[in-house]
C-alpha cells in the first residue's frame, strides 16, 4: 500500500527501517516506558510525514500530522524537564572522560533545546534554569573547542537558542563567570572567532557577539532602541535591565574589547596594506565581520566605542585595509575578497561621518583616512561599481555636512590628479 506508483520496480523498506531498534539511542536511560513509547511514535508520524507521504500529503493531512507531533514534543520535554533525576545525569556526562558520550549528549542537548523553543515561555524559562544550573555553560564551551565540526555546531546552535531566550540571562551570567573568576563564555566566543576556518560558524558566533552587545537587545529604553529581531518580542523587560545591560556594556570594553579586535589591533599603518596581500578566505571573513560589528558600536556605544578607537588607533588601523584591493587588482585575483574588506572599511568610515559632531571626522582628516578613499575613486572612475557608488555617496555626504573637510578634499584631490 507504501509503494510508489511512479517507482513501481522499487520496494521500500519502510517497515525494516523502522523496526531497526539501532535508530533508537539513548545517552541516558529513560526509564519511564510511556515516555518512551511516546518518543517511538513520534518518530514513526515524523518518518511518515517526511519520506512515505511527503509527495503525497494535502495540505490537510500535513497539518494534522504537523500538530501531532507536536503536542507529542512537548509532552515529552516537559516529561524529562520535570524529571530532576534524569538532567542531573545527563549533564554528568561531561564529568567523565567517553568523549562518544559528550558527543552525543551534545547532540541531545542541541536537540532538547531547539524543541523547548514551541513550550509556553514559563516552562521554557525552567527548562533554561535547570540546565544552566547543571553545567549548561560548560557544555557550550567542551562543544565550541571541540575539534569535530558537528559538535561546534551544536554548540553553536545551543548559544543562538539560549541568546533568542533571553540575551539578558546570558548576560548576567557572563558577568557572573568573570566575578567568580571562571572562564566566560564571550571569551569563549571569540577565541572560537579567531580559530574557526568554517565560514558559516564564523559568521554564526559573530552574530551572537552583536546580538549580546546591542542596546537595541539589552533593554527598551526609548523608541529609538527598538530590539533588533522579533525572535526578542517575547521577552518582558525590568526596569533594573538598562542598568545590568549598560554594565555589561561597559565590562565588554575594560575585559574583552581588545582581545577581539586583536587582527585589526595588529595591522601595521606604514605597510598600507602590503602586509594583507596573502590573506586566507577565514582571515578576510574575520576583517569583514570585524568592520561590520565596529559600524553598529560606532552608533549603539556612543562614546565608548570613540574612546576605545582612540586608544587602540582603530580608524587609523581600518584604513590600511582600504589599500589592499590594489594588490589583489595588479595580480589579477578573480576572487572578490580584497574588495569585501574594501566596501566594509568604507561602510565603517560612513558610519563614523554620520555621527553627530567633528570627532571622527577630525581624526580621520589628520591620520590621512581620507588618501586611499580618493585614490579608490581614481581607480574605479572607468567604470561603475557598488565600490565606486559607495566612496561617491560618501564624498556627496561629506561635502553636504562637513564643507571644511569637503574643501580639504578637493584640495587632495586635485593633487592626486596631478
Known amino acids: ?162 541568546i533568542e531566550h533571553d540575551p539578558t540571562v546570558l548576560r548576567a551570567t557572563i558577568a557572573k563567570q568573570l566575578e567568580e573568576g571562571k572562564k566566560p563564555l564571550l571569551t569563549t566566543l571569540y577565541e572560537s572567532i579567531h580559530r574557526e576556518q568554517d565560514l558559516g560558524l564564523k559568521l554564526h558566533f559573530f552574530e551572537c557577539v552583536r546580538i549580546l552587545l546591542d542596546p537595541s537587545t539589552l533593554a527598551p529604553v526609548d523608541g529609538a532602541n527598538e530590539r533588533a529581531s522579533h525572535m526578542l518580542a517575547h521577552i ?28 585589526l589591533i595588529a595591522l601595521n599603518e606604514e605597510e598600507k596594506g602590503e602586509q594583507l596581500g596573502n590573506l586566507a578566505a577565514a582571515d578576510i571573513a574575520v576583517y569583514v565581520h570585524l568592520l561590520e560589528l565596529m559600524s553598529g558600536f560606532v ?44 566596501t566594509a572599511a568604507l561602510r565603517f568610515f560612513r558610519h563614523c561621518l554620520a555621527v553627530t559632531g567633528d570627532a571622527y571626522t577630525n581624526r580621520m582628516m589628520k591620520s590621512g583616512s581620507f588618501e586611499p578613499i580618493i585614490d579608490i575613486l581614481i581607480e574605479s572612475s572607468a567604470r561603475n561599481s557598488l565600490l565606486n557608488s559607495a566612496v561617491l555617496e560618501m564624498l556627496q555626504y561629506i561635502y553636504k555636512v562637513h564643507a571644511r573637510e569637503g574643501r580639504l578634499l578637493n584640495d587632495r584631490r586635485g593633487k592626486s590628479r596631478s
Not at 514559563?122 to 544552566?132: F, H, T
Not at 518582558?236 to 577581539?260: C, G, I, M, N, Q
Not at 582600504?322 to 569585501?340: A, E, Q, R, T
Open 1 to 162: 500500500m507504501l509503494d510508489d506508483a511512479e517507482f513501481p520496480r522499487h520496494r521500500a523498506h519502510h517497515r525494516e527501517y523502522l523496526s531497526d531498534p539501532s535508530k533508537f539511542r539513548q545517552v541516558i536511560e529513560i526509564k519511564d516506558p510511556a515516555t518512551v513509547q511516546k518518543i517511538h511514535y513520534t518518530f514513526r508520524l515524523q518518518y511518515l510525514k517526511d519520506v512515505v507521504l511527503a509527495r503525497l500529503m494535502e495540505e490537510p493531512v500535513f497539518s494534522v500530522l504537523n500538530s501531532l507531533v507536536y503536542f507529542n514534543q512537548v509532552v515529552i520535554i516537559q516529561v524529562l524537564c520535570a524529571n530532576n533525576e534524569f538532567i542531573k545525569e545527563l549533564f554528568a556526562v561531561f564529568l567523565t572522560e567517553d568523549d562518544e558520550r559528550k558527543r552525543s549528549a551534545v547532540a541531545f542537548i542541541q536537540q532538547f533545546c531547539q524543541i523547548s523553543k514551541t513550550l509556553q515561555a514559563p516552562a521554557r524559562s525552567n527548562l533554561y534554569n535547570k540546565c544552566a544550573d547543571n553545567g549548561l555553560y560548560d557544555v557550550i564551551e567542551y562543544a565550541l573547542l571541540h575539534k569535530d565540526i558537528r559538535i561546534r555546531l551544536a554548540g553553536a546552535d545551543v548559544v543562538m537558542i539560549a
Open 236 to 263: 518582558k523587560y525590568k526596569p533594573e535591565d538598562a542598568v545590568t545591560s549598560d554594565k555589561f556594556v561597559s565590562t565588554f570594553y575594560r575585559h574583552w574589547a581588545a582581545e577581539l579586535c586583536i587582527p
Open 299 to 342: 552608533r549603539l556605544h556612543g562614546d565608548r566605542f570613540r574612546d576605545f578607537t582612540e586608544q587602540f588607533s582603530l580608524l587609523e588601523k581600518a584604513s590600511v585595509l582600504l589599500w589592499c584591493k590594489f594588490k589583489h587588482i595588479k595580480l589579477g585575483n578573480p576572487l572578490p575578497s580584497s574588495w569585501l574588506i574594501c
